[in-house]
């Protein structure tokens, strides 16, 4: 039967709302409570309803999230009221002058203080409860109409339960996670790369192809209103209500009295910086009476009542001295940048990533040039620019090696990648075994670059399988191994055993084949995946041809070796393919929650390996809540409901 006619209108209206509340749990609250499947499934079926009824689709039906193509660039239009920018402090003393100020205006204020987001300001203009406009920035009275494609965030809603006129500005993100893997896709295809998150946001942001800008997974932060008729006495109050309207509240926030709850809630955010999603620039902190902040007003420039407390920055000016060539496990030889040490945010860096040396040709790197450098996060930092203009004639150009550093073989260029071809190249071979034991693939701790090195040049581990020839003995005859360290290498490689089958997959280090893909394979095809045919691995949605290939060419040369590892690992078969051994969780459903030593998702895969179902929310039909660190509201609703609750720990004894 054609799903159409079993849809009717009142269907149509619940559907539209059951895709907005998953997609709300997904984009807003970072708690999702649906599978992609079932959200697949159900928006095609409301698009098809659309097609059939075009002059009844919904104002914040998900489908109008998808825009048109742009062709003569943004119209102007001016913002219903100004939007300003903030005086920047930048330590203690900044803040104390500045408290000291502004308390000379009102002496009794508690102030506001919420993150400063590293992205592009935006103006969201909703009337009669819808999104009529989205509009940047520019020069604060007038920016650049961009509605179609501020349409395609998903943290935005298109609809909200506020009829009156109003104007909600934030900040427009790009979480560091989505920017490191936007620029791995560019150097593939051989395209400039973003200097930073805030480009890639700002850039993303203003494409005359929407579908371009959708593709970004842009996020929306809002930190304020312009025109409204909103009747709080408190700025917080305020944010909370525009939160509840379906925006994403900040990771941090907090009303304060004075300088020390100030600095205190400051250094907190700037020691958290690394572990947010987004990229923060500092602390910004408002006075919170809305009356006082009237009475306060503005100078030609800035809000009295606010001002933007930096942190260090994370992008910093310096001096490449030398470039070293990194060979990795497929061969591929990375350009290495040793700078002048450089102090960014308490961290000194040395070293730097020059991606490959289409980058350098493209960007005109020399030795000797002043350089700007990023370090955000826990990720190798880069040079993200040459300030050509400070040259002075002494640089010298980087010419493209030829021969291999380590092996000396020649090199090979394969399309954006230079390569070293010797498969017995000892830096492939190494950086095979130190890739094989990092966090997206078996992630066994305490093996290490260094112990891997020295391994290696001891004779010791020689190939994957070697590891698991490894024994006391052995590694207490070398230097720095004392009977606990060596033991708990042995016990890490006993615990990596059992692991989920797509790590297992992603450990082997196949060419082209990430954590994505393996998840993919594994999943289709379990243990089967050595046997599969190219026509079957190409009919798998987000594989092409080349990986496929990649993946075929790898099982011809090391078929032996996957067999022997697969022995020795016994990783755990996704169960699709392979009904799940009997256990307690099979065919339970858990919900998850608080903070645990795996990510959420891996404890979700290694859950559904043994045949459970996840579930996001708590309800009676829920067997089992498992938790971990600071576990919240489910917790407390499952003791409520009286469902069984373990702790990660006791979860690990019963598997
Ligand atoms: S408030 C009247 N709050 O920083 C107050 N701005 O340097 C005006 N920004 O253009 C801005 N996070 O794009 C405010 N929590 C936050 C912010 C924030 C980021 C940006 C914003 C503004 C710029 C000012």
């Known amino acids: 039967m054609n799903t159409i006619s079993i849809m009717n209108s009142i269907e149509y209206n619940n559907a539209v709302e059951q895709l907005n509340l998953w997609a709300y749990h997904y984009y807003v609250l970072d708690d999702p409570i649906n599978t992609d499947e079932e959200y697949d499934k159900l928006y095609h079926i409301v698009l098809e309803y659309e097609e ?50 502004t308390y000379r205006l009102n002496g009794s204020v508690t102030f506001y203080c919420e993150p400063k987001y590293d992205g592009a300001s935006l103006n969201l203009v909703y009337k009669d ?16 109409l961009i509605t179609q494609n501020v349409k395609t965030i998903n943290s935005i809603p298109l609809t909200i339960e506020h009829k009156e006129t109003i104007e909600i500005r934030g900040e427009v993100v790009i979480f560091k996670s989505e920017f490191e893997k936007i620029n791995k896709e560019r150097l593939a295809q051989g395209q400039a790369l973003f200097a930073n998150p805030r480009n890639a946001a700002a850039g993303s942001l203003r494409q005359l192809d929407s579908s371009i800008t959708a593709s970004r997974n842009l996020v929306f932060l809002p930190y304020g209103v312009g025109v409204d008729n909103l009747a709080f006495k408190l700025l917080s109050d305020k944010m909370e209500y525009i939160y509840s309207l379906g925006f994403k509240k900040p990771p941090q926030r907090a009303v304060t009295k004075g300088f020390d709850e100030i600095k205190e809630i400051y250094e907190i955010m700037h020691r958290d910086r690394d572990s947010y999603e987004m990229m923060l620039d500092g602390m910004v902190i408002k006075v919170n009476e809305i009356a006082a902040q009237i009475d306060m007003g503005y100078t030609v420039k800035v809000p009295r009542f606010a001002v933007a407390y930096k942190f260090p920055a994370v992008e910093k000016i310096t001096t490449l ?42 960007k005109d790197i020399r030795v000797g040039d002043r350089v700007i450098i990023l370090r955000s996060g826990d990720v190798i930092p880069k040079i993200t620019k040459v300030l050509t203009h400070e040259r002075d004639g002494n640089e010298t150009k980087i010419e ?41 693939c078996l992630n066994i701790d305490g093996l290490g670059i260094k ?91 987000g594989i092409g041809e080349e990986m496929a290939e990649s993946v075929l060419e790898f099982v011809r040369v090391n078929r032996k070796t996957i067999e022997r590892l697969q ?13 799940a051994v009997e256990n307690l969780f099979k065919g339970k459903t858990i919900v998850l929650t608080g903070t645990m030593s795996k990510s959420r998702g891996d404890i979700k895969d290694m859950l559904e390996a043994l045949g459970a179902k996840v579930s996001g929310s708590v309800s009676k039909r829920t067997d089992y809540l498992i938790y971990g660190e600071d576990a919240g509201s489910k917790y407390d609703k499952a003791e409520k409901l009286g469902v069984k609750t373990l702790s990660e720990k006791e979860m690990r004894e019963k598997i």
Request: proline residues 4%.
């Open 567 to 579: 022995t020795i690992l016994q990783p755990l078969e996704p169960v699709k393919h392979k009904e």
């Open 400 to 440: 493209k090696p030829r021969y291999c550093p380590v092996c000396k073989h020649e090199l090979l260029q394969e399309e954006v990648l230079l390569k070293c071809q010797n498969l017995e190249c000892d830096a492939r071979i190494v950086n095979a075994i130190i890739y094989f034991a990092s966090k997206p």
């Open 129 to 144: 409860g819808v999104l009529i406009k989205g509009i940047t920035r520019g020069d604060g009275t007038i920016g650049e």
């Open 451 to 541: 112990i891997v090195e020295q391994l290696f040049r001891e004779g010791l581990v020689k190939s994957l399988l070697d590891l698991y020839d490894l024994t006391l003995e052995k590694l207490l005859k070398l230097e720095g191994f004392k009977e606990k360290k060596a033991q708990n290498l042995l016990n890490s490689l006993e615990n990596a055993k059992r692991s989920e089958y797509w790590r297992f997959i992603n450990s082997l280090g196949i060419e082209h084949i990430g954590e994505v893909a393996s998840k993919i394979l594994a999943k289709e095809f379990g243990f089967c995946w050595v046997d599969a045919t190219k026509e079957k691995i190409v009919e798998c949605e």
């Open 321 to 362: 001295k030398d470039i070293v060539l990194q060979v990795g496990r497929t061969g591929a030889i990375t350009p290495v940048a040793i700078v002048e040490p450089t102090d960014i945010d308490g961290v000194v860096v040395e070293r730097a990533t020059l991606h490959n040396f289409d980058e350098i040709e493209r």
């Open 52 to 101: 059939n009824n075009p002059d009844s689709v919904l104002k914040n039906s998900p489908t109008q999230r998808v825009g048109d193509n742009i062709s003569d660039g943004f119209m102007k239009e001016p913002h219903l009221s100004r939007m300003w920018s903030l005086e920047d402090i930048f330590d203690t003393d900044g803040l104390q002058k500045w408290l000291e100020k």
